[in-house]
């Protein structure tokens, strides 16, 4: 299970910190990742990071304005958002895939949280 949190609204330029706390003993066999969901678009990948936390991979669109992070042992996967734009505007979700590797699209994950809304203002 997969809880999402630290979504909400923010102004262009500001930051936020989203979590996501996983439930079971095996955390760090699971590949990690961010996706969003901005209104009337598609799901989309935004960073993705290894099972041991040193591979990360990033959307181009964020790339150099977000970091994601894990620690094992607290079971969460951190999306730290610099630099906000209002493009950046949805739903993150996290998600988990089985095996410890990098995903990048929406088939390779198993497992969804619920999502967090961050609301970008101009």
């Known amino acids: 299970q997969l809880q999402a949190s630290g979504g909400g609204l923010v102004q262009a330029g500001g930051s936020l910190r989203l979590s996501c706390a996983a439930s079971?003993?095996?955390?760090?066999?699971?590949?990690m990742g961010w996706f969003r969901q901005a209104p009337g678009k598609e799901r989309e990948f935004v960073a993705a990071v290894s099972g041991g936390g040193v591979i990360t991979y990033y959307a181009y669109s964020v790339k150099g304005r977000f970091t994601i992070a894990r620690d094992n042992a607290k079971n969460t996967v951190y999306l730290q958002m610099n630099g906000l734009k209002p493009e950046d505007t949805a739903v993150y979700y996290c998600a988990a895939r089985e095996g410890a590797g990098l995903g990048r699209t929406l088939s390779e994950y198993n497992y969804w949280g619920q999502g967090t809304l961050v609301t970008v203002s101009s």
């Open positions: 079971g003993r095996t955390f760090s066999t699971y590949g």
